[in-house]
């Protein structure tokens, strides 16, 4: 069994900030890549951003300057730092990760519950 776990969502001022934590558990060999999506209501889930097992990034062109992606590989945890928000940064952030796991070394691509992040003008 293996589950992403967030934590950190909630309302907030504009140009204040938060931090989401996502922690990943279970029976993990190895974790590729972990990252954050984000679904308003209305809209499609879209990529926030990303980390990789090499440390590189990949960050959204509305948060960058504004969101940063970080990642504790002994922990198996990643962190959105999230700077600077606007109202229309309001949405479900869902952390996701693409992973390797002990049952015969599977790749499995795992998604957390979400955690709301309200942004009020």
């Known amino acids: 069994q293996v589950q992403l776990v967030e934590s950190g969502g909630g309302l907030v001022q504009a140009g204040r900030s938060l931090r989401l934590s996502c922690a990943a558990s279970g029976s993990i060999v190895s974790i590729n890549a972990m990252g954050w999506y984000r679904q308003a209501p209305g809209k499609q889930r879209e990529l926030v951003a990303g980390?990789?097992?090499?440390?590189?990034?990949n960050v959204a062109d509305s948060v960058k300057g504004r969101f940063t992606i970080a990642r504790d590989t002994a922990k198996n945890t990643v962190y959105l730092q999230m700077n600077s928000l606007k109202p229309e940064d309001t949405a479900v952030y869902y952390c996701n990760a693409h992973m390797i796991i002990m049952t015969n070394y599977t790749y499995l691509e795992v998604w957390g519950q979400g955690t709301l992040v309200t942004v009020s003008s």
């Open positions: 980390i990789f097992s090499d440390g590189s990034t």
